[in-house]
């Protein structure tokens, strides 16, 4: 794809953080340029053209398993080794810095996958990291599809720190270019059943290893 200049615009990285203090998370509309996203929406048709998207599991080491009860995603690591990935590596780079700058939060790395949940896919409520284990400290979700109508269903839901309290936070309909931000460890979450195949990149901004847990390469 052609090379694109960009730059996080001040008030939206503030109105972010202050976000992520005030209530935890943030949803970003736009955050991505529509170009990149596409080039990435494309990248994952291909990679499933050629088998090469895998089912995800849920635990991690030893008791890593497959349970399609809970999730029915599939998955690919981003290496990098793409234009597209690369310029969307060098943007989440730029945001760790800015919120490591502000929020002294000690964000070490990032890592990412791609998500393809095809029709009736889902992902029960859950949360990315144990507590107290302090790897995965903010989750990212990049929505990919340039089209999505709220009957379709697939939506992200946030939930309190509180697994019995089912009050909904944020209901989060896919939307290309929008990029949803939560603090790992203290929002329990879900995707809901798609009617259509949904397409996103999931990350993580973790801390550094010597000081968090282990995490599970297929979570």
Excluded at 149 to 170: F, H, I, M, R, S
Aim: hydrophobic share 40%; aromatic share 12%.
């Amino acid at each position: 794809m052609e090379a694109f200049d960009w730059q996080w615009q001040a008030s939206l990285l503030n109105e972010m953080l202050d976000s992520l203090v005030e209530q935890g998370f943030y949803i970003w509309d736009d955050a991505i340029p529509q170009a990149l996203c596409l080039a990435l929406l494309n990248e994952v048709q291909q990679l499933e053209q050629e088998g090469e998207m895998y089912k995800a599991g849920i635990g991690r080491g030893d008791d890593h398993q497959l349970k399609s009860e809970v999730r029915r995603d599939k998955i690919k690591w981003l290496d990098g080794n793409t234009t597209s990935q690369i310029l969307y590596l060098k943007m989440m780079a730029e945001l760790q810095f800015q919120i490591n700058r502000a929020l002294f939060l000690g964000l070490f790395e990032y890592e990412a996958h791609f998500a393809l949940y095809d029709k009736g896919d889902f992902y029960k409520r859950h949360r990315d990291s144990f507590k107290g284990a302090a790897n995965r400290i903010l989750t990212t979700v990049l929505y990919l599809n340039p089209e999505w109508d709220k009957e379709w269903g697939g939506e992200l839901l946030l939930y309190p720190d509180d697994d019995q309290e089912q009050t909904v936070l944020a209901r989060v309909t896919p939307k290309i270019g929008r990029l949803a931000i939560f603090m790992s460890e203290n929002l329990p979450h879900e995707v809901l059943p798609t009617h259509q195949p949904r397409v996103s990149i999931a990350g993580w901004f973790r801390c550094n290893n010597s000081l968090g847990g282990q995490i599970d390469p297929a979570k």
